[in-house]
Structures are given as structure tokens and as C-alpha cells.
């Protein structure tokens, strides 16, 4: 079972829609998540980070449900621009040498439609 | 607005050859990390550094090596290239170590084919 699990997509939408992706992570010790935003041929950039309580920054929410282990983002009202890859991103606590990993999801791809 | 440098961002290496995937930073960041990232699927760790002088080995070391002399600077090296090295490499760098909550500035890739 891979570390962090994202459906692949393409979720293709129209503008306006809204649109929901999950991430499910194996690791219960992952103590900080993030999204990632990735352009075709581009460098990752992060999109945002993601809380507990769970947050906002414009059009997108971030959820995080420790219990059942999974991450959601909300995209509203899509925009063209929108159309990226989206990487979902766990941080796995300390190993036994105080290391810190980052784990990448394979990312979701949306594709939104005039 | 530099950010993270890395070239080149294309090249094209024979089997056996080797290269140096170079990578500068002008942020003063401790942390920097090289990643690779294969078609469809997540970036992979392959060496990270804390600070000049000091390196450590991520999830996928093998064929590969770094050096950190300088704060700014963090080149990537292999020495005999296999076509299983096809892949995008990105350099980045962080002020913290990773996952800490500070963000992680990504260079804009190195396309690597080996044939």
C-alpha cells in the first residue's frame, strides 16, 4: 500500500463547478500536510498547508480527518487557471535518526473546461 | 527573485556517462534536498543536506551523490547513468527542515533522458 494515495483523475469540470479531492495516508504517527499545486512541466508550488480545524484562503478549504486518515481539498467556483496537478503531502514524524520525510502523493489532475 | 538555480534543464546522457545536475540557492537556506519525480507518481527523496558540510541519504540514494561546500550551493552527481534514471530532478530548499511548516521552494526541474 503506497504511503499517501490520490486518485489520479483527470477530473474534468466546467468553470464555475465545484470540485473535491481526498488523500488517505498510511502513516497515523504524520503529524503536518500540505497540498501541493503542479503545472504541467512545472516545479511543485505549495498551495497550502493544512490544519486540523481545517482552513480556508479564498476558494479552497483543506480538511484533515486524523481518525480515518484522510486529507480533501475544495476547489470553488473553478477557474481556467485552476487546471494544474495537485500533489497531496505528509510529513512522517521522526525516525530513529530524528529524520523528517515528506511523502508525495502522485497527485490528482484537473482539468477545467470554458 | 532568484530562488533556487538549477541547470541544466535538459539533457540527453548516453549509458555509462556521468553528469552533475548543478543547483544554487540565494535565500540562505539550511535545508536543501534533491528529488526525482517519474512520470505519474510523487517526488521521491533522493539526498538532503542541513547545512554545509552535511549530507544524508533519502529514499532513493543509490546511483547518485552530493556534496554541500558552500551554504548556497548543492550539486547533484552521477556517475554512471542507467536509462532507469530517466526522470525529471528537482532541487529545493527550505529555511527549516522539511514538513516543519515552512515552505519549500522548488528549482524549475532538470529533464534527464538516458538512452
Known amino acids: 500500500r503506497k504511503e499517501v494515495e490520490q486518485d489520479p483523475g483527470p477530473f474534468n469540470v466546467p468553470e464555475g463547478a465545484t470540485v473535491a479531492f481526498n488523500c488517505t495516508y498510511s502513516?497515523?504517527?504524520?503529524?503536518?500536510f500540505f497540498w501541493y499545486r503542479q503545472d504541467c512541466r512545472k516545479e511543485p508550488k505549495l498551495l497550502m498547508s493544512?490544519?486540523?480545524s481545517g482552513n480556508e484562503d479564498g476558494r479552497f478549504t483543506a480538511q484533515l480527518n486524523r481518525a480515518s486518515q484522510y486529507i480533501s481539498l475544495l476547489i470553488r467556483d473553478s477557474k481556467l487557471s485552476d487546471s494544474a496537478t495537485y500533489l497531496c503531502?505528509?510529513?512522517?514524524?521522526?525516525?530513529?535518526?530524528?529524520?523528517?520525510?515528506?511523502?508525495f502523493g502522485s497527485g490528482t489532475r484537473l482539468l477545467v473546461r470554458p | 527573485n532568484a530562488g533556487v538555480t538549477q541547470t541544466p534543464k535538459f539533457r540527453i546522457l548516453k549509458i555509462g556517462q556521468s553528469m552533475t545536475l548543478q543547483c544554487a540557492q540565494d535565500?540562505?537556506?539550511?535545508?536543501m534536498y534533491w528529488y526525482r519525480q517519474d512520470p505519474g507518481m510523487g517526488l521521491k527523496l533522493i539526498y538532503y543536506?542541513?547545512?554545509?558540510?552535511?549530507?544524508d541519504k533519502g529514499e532513493v540514494p543509490n546511483g547518485y551523490n552530493v556534496s554541500r561546500s558552500t551554504t548556497e550551493d548543492f550539486p547533484l552527481r552521477l556517475e554512471l547513468a542507467a536509462p532507469s534514471q530517466t526522470s525529471v530532478y528537482f532541487c529545493?530548499?527550505?529555511?527549516?527542515?522539511?514538513?516543519?511548516?515552512?515552505?519549500?521552494?522548488f528549482g524549475e526541474g532538470s529533464w534527464l533522458t538516458v538512452v
Open positions: 543536506s542541513v547545512g554545509a558540510g552535511i549530507t
Open positions: 535565500m540562505n537556506h539550511n535545508y
Open positions: 503531502v505528509v510529513n512522517i514524524s521522526p525516525g530513529v535518526d530524528s529524520s523528517y520525510k515528506l511523502i
Open positions: 502513516n497515523s504517527a504524520s503529524q503536518s
Open positions: 493544512v490544519y486540523s
Open positions: 529545493a530548499s527550505s529555511y527549516s527542515r522539511q514538513g516543519s511548516g515552512n515552505t519549500i521552494y
